[in-house]
């Protein structure tokens, strides 16, 4: 099976990166005071809603039954979006979609693309294989812009420079917008509302002049064939609107039954994300406007493979809201370059190695960066069981050599029950020279425990040897 | 095989056997209760937008007020927007352009 690609090479194991990244002082104080932030935010918004339960209720059975019946709901929109004037093209893994959009760029004659901020398109990569063609593909969420010219990578799905504070990004601006396109004032000062005046300065002139905008979708709707994007700072929109062909980049996980079911998850999807009762701006979009071209990617890139595990596959359901990253102890602490992926935190941990299996060192310890406190599960609004899906694939990783050992060896003596019997009785005549302490590293376990007392002799022995207890 | 039927094939095989679940809709419809006005102001207001309640004469006045404090000299609405008297001198409505 061909390895997926989930935007960021996978290198060393997250103990390792987790070790690295708490000894840097700066980056735990900006991601306690954002994640404390954005966690006291949802929390009262969601505690604003006395129907909270229900929505999730119905949040969570909308995505399971669309999931069920998925093949049916992507024809569906896929007859939809042609009739309203769209073209779908589907994509298998990152490289095919990829390849279609470079194609699609290519053939407008344009090398220039403005984007909206998209995690399928940083799970492929799209705008490193842009560039590979000669496309320069330009961010223009705030913080995707940061990341960006920082060249950067990002650490958290909704913010992905969260582990930037003002001053850092106002030197960032006035040392790399020049190299990108209008600059940042000679004056710039790290006060937010100056940062936020320079991005927009240097934004606007982008969005006038791009004349391809690639996006993705945070739903899909069926019955209509209609996108919906929601965000909170209007870029996306001016992406959306603006240029003349617009290419859309879908998960086939994305896609909602009925127009009707936005009810649900404009509800639950900004009270859980930014801690809003609704986002500034949400935009949906049916086929191609008048003088506009749109193009619908339909994206696998690993996500059927995890559609066919039983206990897996609720990962499907996430709607990328990212409040299981903000209450988790370890993200909290860890930040999110640690999980090697574009998809960090808890989501992260169970999604990652799915996607891409478990092949490295990173992915195998991916499903270990949990407590298994479970604050995942609680907050998250499609009800994902994260740590049940965590203990699964820890079972499924393959253990270090010690343990893979000793579990050789267990199974060797189990399979017969001669062996187990031979064995019982030696452990038996020996129990005197058994310790009261083990050894050792392993010392560490008795001190505060005894170690079980070794019985004279086996159940089995005691059945023969009394014929139960009757003798 | 096109990626559209290995991916379906996929989704299908995947699929193979699982139930499919019921969806309950218990959370709270539409509000029943009218005039709401103060909540959706209170709403707005916390997205530190400015808001000004008038009456429908006072609305192009309320507009120019608004237009003037920001030192806008033009302004563009969409086709359609709702003209309430004429526009004052300082400002004109610029024409709207159809792509």
């Known amino acids: ?471 | 095989m096109s990626s559209r039927d290995l991916i379906l094939a996929r989704v299908r095989r995947a699929l193979a056997g699982v139930p499919d679940v019921e969806i309950t809709r218990a959370y709270r419809g539409p509000s029943q209760t009218p005039g709401e006005i103060r909540l959706f102001e209170e709403r707005v207001r916390d997205y530190r937008a400015v808001v000004h309640v008038v009456d429908e004469a006072g609305v192009a006045e309320r507009v120019a007020l608004s237009l003037a404090a920001r030192g806008a000299r033009r302004s563009s609405c969409p086709p359609g927007s709702p003209r309430h008297g004429s526009p004052p001198r300082t400002w004109r409505r610029s024409p709207t352009t159809r792509r």
Not at chain 1, 230 to 259: D, H, Y
Not at chain 1, 280 to 298: D, K
Not at chain 1, 337 to 361: C, D, F, K, N
Request: charged content about 25%.
């Open chain 1, 1 to 471: 099976m061909s390895v997926t690609f989930l935007g960021m090479p996978a290198t060393r194991p997250f103990p390792r990166n987790a070790a690295r990244a708490v000894r840097d002082s700066q980056l735990r104080f900006n991601l306690r005071k954002a994640t404390r932030t954005i966690r006291a935010r949802r929390a009262s918004v969601v505690a604003e809603a006395p129907d909270w339960a229900e929505l999730r209720e119905a949040g969570r059975a909308i995505k399971e039954h669309t999931l069920r019946n998925l093949d049916r709901y992507l024809i569906q929109l896929e007859e939809a979006v042609t009739a309203a004037g769209g073209r779908v093209h589907w994509a298998a893994d990152g490289a095919e979609a990829n390849r279609i959009v470079a194609g699609l760029v290519k053939a407008t004659g344009e090398t220039e693309v403005v984007k909206v901020k998209s995690m399928a398109t940083q799970e492929i990569g799209l705008n490193e294989a842009l560039l590979e063609h000669g496309i320069t593909a330009y961010e223009t969420d705030l913080a995707e812009l940061i990341v960006q010219l920082g060249d950067d990578r990002p650490s958290h799905i909704l913010v992905p420079a969260i582990h930037r504070n003002r001053a850092e990004i106002r030197e960032i601006f006035a040392e790399h917008m020049s190299g990108w396109g209008r600059p940042a004032p000679e004056d710039l000062t790290d006060d937010p509302a100056a940062l936020a005046e320079a991005a927009r300065l240097h934004l606007r002139e982008r969005f006038l002049k791009t004349r391809v905008a690639i996006s993705g979708a945070n739903f899909a709707i069926a019955e209509t064939g209609t996108m919906v994007v929601l965000e909170s700072e209007g870029n996306g929109r001016m992406c959306l609107t603006l240029p003349r062909t617009l290419i859309s980049v879908v998960g086939i996980e994305k896609v909602l039954p009925t127009w009707r079911d936005l009810e649900v998850f404009l509800q639950l999807l900004p009270r859980s994300s930014t801690g809003e009762r609704m986002n500034p701006y949400t935009s949906t979009w049916t086929g191609a406007a008048e003088g506009q071209e749109f193009h619908l990617v339909l994206l696998d890139n690993g996500r059927t493979g995890v559609l066919a595990d039983e206990v897996g596959r609720q990962a499907l359901r996430c709607i990328r809201c990212s409040a299981c990253l903000n209450v988790c102890p370890v993200y909290e602490r860890a930040g999110g370059h640690a999980y090697g992926s574009v998809y960090p935190g808890p989501i992260g941990a169970i999604l990652t190695p799915q996607l891409r299996g478990m092949e490295s060192e990173l992915d195998r310890s991916l499903p270990y960066a949990s407590s298994l406190c479970g604050a995942c599960y609680e907050v998250c609004p499609v009800a994902i069981d994260i740590p049940s899906v965590l203990v699964d694939l820890r079972a499924r990783a393959r253990h270090p050599w010690p343990e893979r050992a000793g579990m050789a060896a267990a199974g060797w003596v189990f399979e017969r029950s001669g062996r187990l019997a031979r064995l019982q009785r030696a452990g038996g005549r020996l129990r005197r020279l058994v310790p009261r302490r083990l050894p050792g590293p392993l010392g560490g376990w008795t001190d505060t425990r005894d170690l079980p007392e070794v019985p004279r002799e086996s159940f089995r022995d005691w059945w023969d040897r009394t014929d139960g207890g009757r003798r």
